[in-house]
């Protein structure tokens, strides 16, 4: 008798409903005992549906372990309860915009297969949206193209192009706009940094190069010259480049093979102070400094091909001028045939944004009032 009992209870789930939020919680923040945990999980199963909104709200930050467990478990017990999923909770949780971005995408994909045609149906009113705006910008793409009418193809495409966050999206629809006549301004839309002053290269091996610091990094002297292999090394204004929104140093003629690293620094001023997200971009390694203060550094022997926004730091920016520095630092050249290949580009991208992804409010010495 006691033994049915103990089964009937397990069977309809009140020890595991008990359980619940211990054993989530340990899925969220999994210890060193891979037994204890794999039980949690086991439990955390065993819940059923009641479950799948709880490992939704506990979906780590930055934990790909942890996501992994709570993932698994949501896709378990979705797999075995197809028509017990509580399908309003669900789509709830995935059209806030303030859940974590995968988690969010884990709940949907659970509706759109047992409701297909869910996505579709609300991609319109996530246009600017920090997990499905690029999903909603594609959609509004596709929807341009089948437009006949020139007029409401550009009508659409400055819409989609008002929402987008998204780096290489935001520049796709900037391409087009560009192409149908339009001046859309993608760099300040974007939040990017563009005006810098760029000195180097200073003469270091690659090795050095990821530990040795040089002037730059003690005091901005725009008027100072360095030692360089060729002579003297001066600052030089530059700008990214509108059409991918990147600074390729090669360009100002700072080559790799005459030393391995380079600096930029930029002002930018706030008319108060704010919050943002610093989003950075390299080809190979990377170190920013703000007002002084590092916030991101990439610094590897292991060569890095570039990424929009791969590097992410919040940053306090007070009211007034602030100074963005950068440090770009070349690996060594990988060999083709025997010989070293010869880096076409040496590019980098720095961006300011709200915690929408929406450009943060600045400006730089020569913006138009």
């Not at 009937?8 to 595991?16: F, K, N, Q």
């Not at 690293?261 to 102070?273: D, E, M, Q």
Request: aromatic share 6%; hydrophobic share 45%.
């Amino acid at each position: 008798m006691y033994r049915t009992s103990v089964i009937l209870l397990l069977l309809c789930g009140a020890p595991a409903r008990a359980a619940l939020p211990d054993d989530v919680a340990a899925l969220a923040k999994p210890g060193a005992d891979p037994a204890a945990t794999r039980a949690a999980w086991d439990r955390v199963v065993a819940a059923g549906p009641p479950a799948l909104l709880p490992l939704l709200k506990a979906w780590p930050a930055d934990d790909p372990v942890a996501a992994n467990w709570l993932r698994t478990a949501f896709d378990q017990i979705a797999k075995a309860n197809p028509a017990k999923l509580p399908t309003d909770e669900l789509l709830a949780f995935a059209s806030d915009p303030k859940g974590h971005g995968k988690a969010r995408r884990v709940a949907l994909a659970a509706v759109e297969r047992g409701q297909p045609g869910t996505t579709a149906k609300r991609l319109a009113g996530w246009l600017g949206d920090p997990e499905f705006g690029p999903d909603a910008v594609a959609d509004r793409l596709a929807a341009a193209d089948a437009l006949t009418a020139p007029a409401e193809q550009v009508k659409s495409l400055r819409a989609t192009f008002a929402a987008a966050t998204d780096l290489e999206q935001a520049l796709l629809v900037a391409k087009r706009l560009t192409a149908a006549g339009d001046k859309p301004d993608v760099l300040t839309h974007l939040g990017v940094v563009r005006r810098w002053h760029v000195v180097g290269p200073f003469p270091v091996s690659p090795d050095e190069g990821l530990t040795k610091g040089f002037p730059p990094e003690a005091k901005i002297d725009l008027a100072a010259g360095y030692e360089g292999k060729a002579g003297t090394l001066k600052w030089q204004p530059a700008a990214n480049d509108p059409a991918d929104a990147r600074l390729d140093v090669v360009k100002l003629g700072v080559k790799p093979d005459d030393g391995s690293v380079a600096y930029a620094v930029a002002t930018v001023k706030l008319a108060a102070a704010a919050k943002v997200e610093l989003r950075a971009s390299a080809v190979d390694n990377l170190t920013v400094w703000v007002n002084g203060n590092k916030v991101t550094e990439r610094a590897s022997e292991y060569r890095s091909m570039f990424r929009p926004d791969r590097y992410r730091a919040t940053v306090e920016l007070p009211a007034g001028e602030s100074v963005v520095l950068v440090k770009l630092t070349k690996t060594k050249a990988e060999e083709v045939r025997g010989k070293p290949s010869t880096p076409v580009k040496w590019d980098f991208l720095v961006r300011l944004v709200g915690s929408d992804g929406r450009a943060a409010a600045f400006t730089q010495q020569g913006d138009q009032k």
